[in-house]
């Protein structure tokens, strides 16, 4: 069962009156420490587990390497084809068989994370086939469609199997197409891509608050930044819409941290309104050193000011 899952049991147990509110308290603390408390040999398996797959990766990069550039179009890609079914298969076995994948509240035991981990790698290799097939025709567009079909490919496999790793994965993916569709293929300009990335933040968002990302903080994490970097990128041309669209993220942060206490929210919410402010006064007091140093001392005296209000309700 996962932390959350395990969370949800205990409130009902709670709200049936079975656990006090502090031996509920005490339950998870006691899990929490089973589960980290990680045995020795089971540490030294997991290092040994992805070691092991990085020199297999390291190895075969290197075997194409040596004979990559005598291989014709349809050897490259008859090469990568296999390299991908390998992938798939190995992750499919580690993971505990078809019947363990697409399972909600699957453990995250060591196979699970190395299987995770062998997905992602299959989607990088379906980058790498369609970038060949289609670069093969002189597209100079051939990355965002390469991305476009390893996002989809990574986005299965976090699905089938959902994992830190392949959440990164999916993000970062998904920024190129997301990035590589509207600018290169559909021509927009920037304002239209910054925004473009800021629905793709907002969607990120969506998917943490109904848990559909996991963890939800990683979820959350990826959703702020995602919406910061669409922010910046509709400024290049006007200022304006980078410090009014980041400021917009910053109360997304707020608004959500307020339904759901995750340390990220609110940290990346302070993080915006700092940018926010930075990029509007440096923008309309001209550089001026002055307006730098008055944002410094009010960010000091709200920050003493909400010290003080902790303080006082702790104590």
């Known amino acids: ?7 949800a049991a205990l409130e009902r147990l709670v709200d049936d009156g079975v656990l006090s509110p502090e031996q509920r308290d005490a339950v998870a603390t006691a899990i929490g420490e089973a589960r980290t408390t990680v045995p020795r040999s089971q540490l030294f398996a997991e290092i040994a587990a992805y070691v092991g797959a990085g020199l297999v990766l390291g190895g075969i990069l290197l075997l194409l390497d040596s004979s990559w550039n005598d291989l014709d179009t349809l050897g490259k890609a008859l090469t990568l084809i296999a390299l991908i079914i390998g992938l798939l298969v190995g992750g499919t076995a580690l993971a505990g068989g078809r019947s363990a994948l697409f399972v909600r509240d699957g453990a995250q035991t060591v196979p699970r994370r190395l299987a995770a981990v062998l997905f992602v790698l299959a989607a990088l290799c379906v980058a790498a ?31 089938a199997l959902p994992s830190v790793v ?35 933040g907002g969607i990120w968002f969506a998917l943490s608050r109904f848990g559909l990302s996991t963890p939800h903080w990683a979820g959350y994490g990826i959703a702020i930044a995602t919406a910061l970097i669409g922010a910046q990128v ?46 509007a006064v440096w923008d309309w007091s001209d550089q001026a050193v002055g307006a730098a140093a008055a944002v410094v001392i009010s960010g000091a005296a709200l920050l003493g000011v909400g010290a003080v209000l902790l303080l006082r309700d702790r104590g």
């Open 166 to 200: 392949g959440l990164l994965a999916s993000a970062v993916l998904a920024l190129s197409a997301v990035s590589g569709l509207l600018g290169d293929i559909a021509g927009l300009d920037d304002l239209a891509v910054g925004l473009g990335l800021l629905v793709l």
């Open 234 to 279: 509709a400024g290049f041309d006007q200022m304006g819409w980078s410090y009014g669209l980041t400021l917009l993220v910053a109360l997304t942060c707020f608004a959500f941290y307020a339904v759901e206490r995750h340390a990220v929210l609110v940290i990346g919410g302070g993080v915006a309104i700092a940018l926010a402010v930075s990029q």
């Open 129 to 159: 086939l369609v970038g060949i097939l289609i670069d093969d025709r002189g597209d100079d567009s051939a990355w965002v469609w390469a991305v476009t079909a390893a996002l989809v490919v990574a986005a299965l496999g976090y699905a």
């Open 1 to 7: 069962m996962t932390e959350r899952s395990v969370r």
